[in-house]
């Protein structure tokens, strides 16, 4: 929902205050004490959501149908949730009964696995080949599953909408669709629904569980570290295929935490592979053909972004490649530029909007030399005051672009282009004119078909 003429008055997406930063030894605290979060859902119906929400998903995603593969996943989760802490954690603390979990792999080569309420749970084949053991891949099992036993998706939920959720949930009728209603009054649950992506405390808590159901597993604890610091050790250069740190922010010290909860363990002979079977898997993995996630009909007549080679752009003090068979409007003043597919502008009252494509530009505040962090934050509040809609989905991450620090902000808005969400994706970098920022912008079902392209443009920007 981006005006094609935005300049320094550009105003889309909810602010970042809320980036603190946890340290082990706050998270820890308060982690140890496991309590539900808020929640207006009934046990029942994270269960009934979750089960509706796959079928979507399952739309959406090249879901994988390889029986052996799928054996495998199921043993690992049949071994995981044995343990007490696979249980659903109930008000005064005590474990409840346990979610119907089902697992399923999906074609996608992003590192990434996410959980949906009630027991749904996919993990990207991505994952599966960059996991080095079979305990750093059920580490990765165990901490969606925690997600699911601690309610964190429909507690997210429950936040969104209190006015007319409670109403909602109390009148829903047996046999309609819960997935549908909550639609109707803007919550939803697709793969990249903002409601998926997780507070840092929700992360610590998912860890600390996760480690509880690795280890009554047998599987080394230790493993789901190192699993994500592999995954730091691979953002750090740049890899921008790596989701999962974006989807799941790093709750601080992560490592080290687990290291302090192992004291808490038993002491016992973990183990880093239970089944044997894990060398073969990954082996089956690496041989599939990954395939983008399956798109609506609808969807793909309104844009098709893939395709062709890539152009290039040169602005005011940068250049970057774009896909050749996408527009490039500059705005009057020559400050920014607009690139999209021929469908991926929306005319509402008489302005444009852009529901799929990029948006570039320079933001100076108040004539001061531009500083990453403070200018990042006061340009979210200029897009913030411009579209109440807009959510933060994912908290921002440092990262490089032309080996300069930039910071990467994602946001959730209601999209121009039909009744659906969209992902915007913001990066930011300080430069010596002002602070250069670039949108990437695609309806949330679409977003992972994109994301690729995105990356590509990203890495081609070049300052002088």
Known sequence: MHRANRGQKCARAAGTAVLAILIAGQAMAAVKQLRPGFNLFTPQQDVQLGKEAALEIEHEMSVVRNPQLDRYLN?????????????????DGSRAEIFPFQIHAVANKNINAFSLPGGPIFVNTGAIATAENEAQLAGVIAHEMSHIV????????????????????????????????????????????????????DEAEADYNGVQIMADAGYDPRELGRFF???EAKTGRGDALTQFLSDHPNPGHRAAAIEEEMRELPRRAYATDETG?????????????????????????????????????????????????WEVRENSRGEGVTITPRDGRAEQGGKTFIGFGLEVGYYVSDGRDAELKRDTESLIRQFQQANADMRVARAARSIQVDGRPALLSTFSSQSPLGNERETD?????????????????APERQFDSVQHTFEEVLKSVRFE
């Open 75 to 91: 043993r690992l989760l049949g071994k995981l949730e044995q343990s007490r802490n696979a249980r659903t954690l109930e008000a």
């Open 150 to 201: 601690l309610r964190h998706p429909t507690n997210q939920a429950s936040k969104r909408n209190l006015v007319a959720l409670p109403v909602l949930l109390a009148g829903a009728l047996a046999g309609n669709s819960l997935l549908g209603q909550l639609a109707q009054i803007g919550i939803g649950f697709t793969a990249n629904s903002a409601l998926l992506k997780f507070s840092r405390t």
């Open 229 to 231: 610091e592999h995954l």
């Open 277 to 325: 079977q894990f060398a073969r898997i990954h082996d089956l993995v690496g041989t599939m053909a990954v395939h983008a996630p399956r798109q609506s009909e609808d969807a793909e007549s309104r844009v098709n972004p893939l395709g062709g080679g890539f152009r290039s752009y040169t602005g005011r003090s940068f250049a970057l490649a774009y896909p050749e068979n």
């Open 425 to 441: 994706v913001l990066v930011t970098v300080a430069r010596p004119r002002g602070l250069f920022y670039i949108v990437f912008i």
